[in-house]
């Protein structure tokens, strides 16, 4: 329509309805994504493996994950033990299956618990500006003083070593993060026009942060939620193999690997499928984030 | 202008010192066992374990306890290691040079390959090359580096023999004269080459695994640094006027794509100290990341306390340098 200043004719409305497409639905959003690119694909189908495991790995596991059958220790891979057995003769395959739940399910909570407060002290501190905002980001300065795994490595070390210890460790470490990028998306919203023209019409805070810019950052919080289900499952593991996270017997990958380091040179297969199984679900987590970061914003698309 | 931004960030960095310092403090205190029955033992009497309660100023208010753990702190004096009974500041001094040498050669390692390989991997893009930097980008973050350093032991030592499995040098081997504690510089300031040559073999395989995150997230940066700058009108100028490409490339293009990629690359020298804890087990490198982990195994708390605030402070200290050479490097932060 180069003649601006026309009132549209006939024409030109019917061929803007019928170019318009019906409503996008999420089926959509999923197809045009995954025709993105095929390593958008690839992740998924790992990520779709792992959850499936994670949900019902210890089902489906043909042997028992913890009980010990010395008859059988150190097998290599064969029919029987498709990923052979570990030095107490338990089944690799079964254990790296009912794995899936531990460090899954472990960054499922961290990152729960991470989103939700710091979603709610970025929305604080951005709206609210001033003094909160101030006392409130230096909080979080405090927290990004360190190295992740350093401060979640100090604050399991002095809880005690349990699983659920690393999770409060992990979590500490996470919600900073979304604070800042939360805070940051609201400063930038609550300066924009449609913002502007809810308060003007009187609406109260709380419906524009919930009604208005929240919605609004939910693409940012998704996009760095799934790069750092990646990073949360590596610090879960990693705790747990220098002793500070899950125990023995948990099938957990990362106590697997620490057990198996002892006899990696006889038994190859002991620390291969759990190493595995972890690098694969995190390279799930990684494609998947990256995918979503280009499908999302079209400003990085080329990066 | 820059001397006001130094002052600033000087500021900054009291304060998050000293907010280091508490939080190491709260953790300290949320011990679940009683510190003053650690260091007395599980045999001791109630009242010895009430006179070192004493002895340590454990019965005093918690506030006193934060004054006098500041006051240790300013004159580098961590407490004593509940296990060893040594000062933890001299065995911080002992460690501390392993753990900066191996993460100076990861970060090396990470820049001397990641931004030629960024760089290629933009300038040619969609190429065999550009695959083969993506795929690392991507799989340098997966690759647990605990796992990797275990693999590559398996290959590279225990059936090629090509690399040793651990240690800064083999057993018997004289370390040089100490200058900087870096085994691979003072055996340079010796003289001695050969010894030289023995450090780096040492460092190679630790500082490989250990830097292979970093080089992805370098890589990554660098890509995406170059390609967004190849696209702007004074590449296109500069190739008009008939400049060769590589040099168009590497000074033009690359100088303002490497800008926002400086204050990543800082940032994961602060990583790489986190992640050395889990390389250093594995290899028996005597770094603090190890001395941290027997520690923990010790359930020696203030050794594990001091190492995390230790290596907190040269995280804030890095990024504070590396704000400055930023700065420095950018010559539109300098007139404003």
Do not use: C
């Not at chain 1, 940051?184 to 502007?196: D, H, T, Y």
């Not at chain 1, 693409?219 to 899950?246: H, M």
């Amino acid at each position: 329509m180069e003649r601006t200043g026309y009132a549209p004719t006939t024409r030109t409305i019917r061929t803007l309805v019928e170019r318009s497409p019906r409503p996008r639905t999420l089926l959509d959003s999923i197809r045009d994504f995954l025709a993105q690119s095929p390593l958008n694909v690839v992740g998924v189908f790992l990520i779709a493996v792992f959850l499936f495991l994670a949900a019902f790995g210890s089902l489906l596991a043909p042997h028992d994950p913890i009980q010990p059958n010395v008859a059988v220790k150190l097998q290599p891979p064969s029919s029987t033990y498709w990923f052979g057995t570990d030095e107490l003769g338990r089944d690799i395959l079964s254990r790296v299956m009912s794995g899936a739940k531990y460090s899954l399910g472990v960054a499922f909570i961290i990152l729960s618990i991470a989103v939700l407060v710091g979603t709610f002290v970025g929305l604080i501190a951005g709206y609210a500006g001033g003094i909160i905002d101030e006392l409130l980001m230096r909080l979080t300065d405090l927290f990004l003083a360190f190295p992740a795994l350093v401060l979640a490595m100090a604050i399991a070390a002095t809880l005690g070593r349990t699983l659920e210890n690393t999770v409060i460790a992990l979590t500490a470490v996470y919600w900073p993060w979304y604070a800042r990028l939360v805070r940051g998306q609201v400063l930038w919203l609550k300066e924009r026009e449609f913002v502007e023209a809810a308060r003007a019409i009187g609406a109260s805070p709380l419906r524009i942060l919930g009604r208005h810019i929240l919605p609004n950052t939910l693409a940012v919080i998704i996009v760095q939620l799934t790069l750092d289900v990646g990073y949360a499952v590596l610090a879960t593991s990693g705790l747990s193999f220098i002793g500070l996270g899950a125990q023995p017997p948990t099938p957990e990958w990362g106590t697997m690997i620490a057990g198996a380091r002892t006899f990696f040179r006889q038994a190859w297969w002991y620390i291969t499928f759990p190493g595995l199984a972890l690098t694969l679900t995190v390279l799930g987590f990684n494609l998947l984030g990256d995918g979503l970061r280009d499908f999302l914003d079209p400003r990085t698309r080329r990066r | 202008m820059i001397v006001q931004l130094i002052v600033r960030r000087l500021f900054f960095l009291v304060f998050v010192l000293l907010g280091l310092s508490l939080i190491t403090f709260v953790l300290s205190h949320v011990v679940p066992r009683d510190p003053a029955r650690i260091i007395a033992g599980p045999r001791a009497s109630p009242e010895a374990v009430e006179k070192i309660r004493k002895e340590y100023g454990l019965d005093q208010p918690l506030w006193r306890q934060y004054v006098r753990y500041l006051n240790g702190l300013i004159r580098f004096d961590f407490g004593k290691s509940l296990t060893s009974r040594r000062p933890v500041a001299e065995d911080l001094a002992r460690y501390l040079p392993a753990t900066l040498e191996l993460a100076l050669y990861a970060m090396l390692f990470a820049v001397a390959v990641g931004i030629p390989l960024g760089v290629l991997s933009a300038v040619r893009r969609n190429s065999l090359l550009d695959l083969f930097g993506r795929t690392i980008s991507i799989l340098g973050l997966s690759i647990p580096s605990f796992w990797l350093a275990l693999i590559l032991q398996f290959f590279l030592f225990a059936q090629l023999g090509l690399l040793p499995d651990g240690q800064r040098l083999p057993v018997g081997v004289r370390e040089p004269p100490r200058v900087t504690g870096l085994f691979t510089v003072d055996a340079l300031l010796a003289g001695n080459f050969s010894l030289f040559l023995l450090a780096l073999k040492h460092l190679l395989m630790p500082s490989l695994v250990l830097g292979l995150a970093a080089l992805a997230i370098v890589t990554r940066m660098v890509r995406s640094g170059m390609l967004e700058v190849l696209g702007q009108d004074y590449i296109r100028t500069a190739r008009a006027k008939g400049l060769q490409p590589h040099v168009v490339i590497w000074r033009h293009a690359l100088k303002n794509a490497l800008l926002p990629a400086v204050t990543v690359i800082g940032l994961q020298f602060g990583l790489l100290l986190g992640g050395a804890v889990l390389v250093e087990i594995i290899f028996s490198w005597p770094g603090i990341g190890r001395y941290a982990f027997q520690a923990i195994q010790n359930f020696d708390y203030n050794a594990v306390i001091s190492v995390t605030l230790v290596i907190g402070a040269a995280y804030v200290l890095v990024n504070l340098l590396v704000d400055i050479i930023y700065v420095l490097l950018d010559p539109r932060i300098r007139v404003t």
